[in-house]
């Protein structure tokens, strides 16, 4: 029996009291937590299929050594979080190996093909920021320790692609010409899917398990905020056009089109002149998964499928 009731642990946690162990968690923390380090867990192991089957696109050695190196860290940094899913009570193999593509968590960004090298270096320089912007506000602010002390390896890893997407979008940028129209046309559909990966408008949020047990800090439009505080003005320093400014009077970032909005994975475009949706449109698209889900899921799964074969026939 956790040694708190659930409004006892909501109270410590907000005056700053770290969970280090399972028996110190009442149920609802529990379930809070197993939610956010799945989201976590999955989302660096989607992207490591996405980046790996993009670096193919790399225009050098050196260039795809550097994206493979991105890969590997992608690997490591799901391990890590499937492994304190496994310190309280779940099954690494089973989310491994066990869910359905359509049961993962990753975020429908990384369920989109990356079709060329500014894809990739786009996404390493938005995906990457989103992710460092989330990951950021849990390690300066959660209140489970272990997770604390892990993301301290993770967000200086991070911090290396999101350098790699800068530099390459910078360079990409300057070359001008056809190179920088596709670079264009991957911040076209890119800013508007990493917008949408923050989740719900605040005044639409269903759960607060995450704030309430003090998991993270920053609320889903706070966090848009800290991610268009560094990606726009990025966008804006290389010529590129975004459907965002900042807004003097208001003090922060305003939308230029209407959001949430409707999209079409297989032209990867966004129908801005359609005007805003509903978010229940939106969790039918994250539900029914984008178009390079099943097969990602497939290429993480493929090799041990075929270890054990040979281990089998031998």
């Not at 028996?23 to 923390?29: C, I, L, N, P």
């Not at 190996?97 to 060329?116: S, V």
């Not at 300066?140 to 692609?161: D, Q, V």
């Not at 910078?170 to 923050?198: C, H, Y």
Request: glycine share 6%; aromatic share 12%; proline share 4%.
């Amino acid at each position: 029996m956790a040694p708190f009731t659930e409004d006892e642990l909501k109270a410590k946690v907000q005056e700053g009291y770290i969970v280090e162990s399972v028996q110190e968690m009442t149920e609802g923390y529990r379930k809070a937590l197993v939610v956010q380090l799945t989201v976590q867990a999955d989302t660096e192991l989607m992207s490591a299929p996405a980046y790996w089957m993009a670096a193919r696109y790399a225009p050098s050695t050196n260039t795809q050594v550097s994206a493979h190196a991105i890969i590997q860290d992608e690997l490591a940094h799901a391990n890590i979080a499937y492994r304190l899913l496994e310190d309280i009570g779940e099954s690494k193999e089973h989310l491994v190996y066990g869910r359905e593509p359509h049961e993962f968590k990753h975020p429908y960004g990384f369920d989109q093909p990356l079709d060329n090298w500014a894809d990739l270096v786009v996404a390493t320089g938005f995906f990457d920021r989103a992710g460092i912007t989330l990951l950021t506000d849990v390690h300066e602010n959660t209140s489970y320790g272990p997770l604390k002390r892990a993301l301290i390896k993770i967000g200086i890893e991070e911090t290396f692609h999101l350098r790699h997407g800068e530099v390459w979008m910078k360079r990409l940028s300057n070359a001008g010409g056809e190179v920088r129209e596709i670079l264009q046309r991957s911040v076209d559909w890119m800013f508007p899917m990493t917008l949408e990966w923050f989740g719900l408008p605040d005044d639409m949020k269903r759960h607060s398990g995450q704030l309430d047990y003090k998991l993270k800090a920053l609320t889903n439009d706070s966090l848009r905020q800290v991610w268009m505080s560094a990606t726009v003005p990025l966008c804006e320093s290389l010529g590129l056009n975004v459907p965002a400014h900042y807004d003097e009077s208001a003090e922060h970032y305003v939308l230029d089109y209407p959001f949430p909005c409707q999209y079409d994975a297989m032209e990867k475009h966004w129908f801005f002149e359609d005007g805003e949706i509903s978010w229940d449109t939106v969790f039918e698209r994250w539900k029914a998964r984008g178009p390079m889900n099943q097969r990602y899921v497939e290429s993480i799964r493929r090799s041990r499928d075929q270890v054990a074969k040979w281990l089998t026939a031998a």
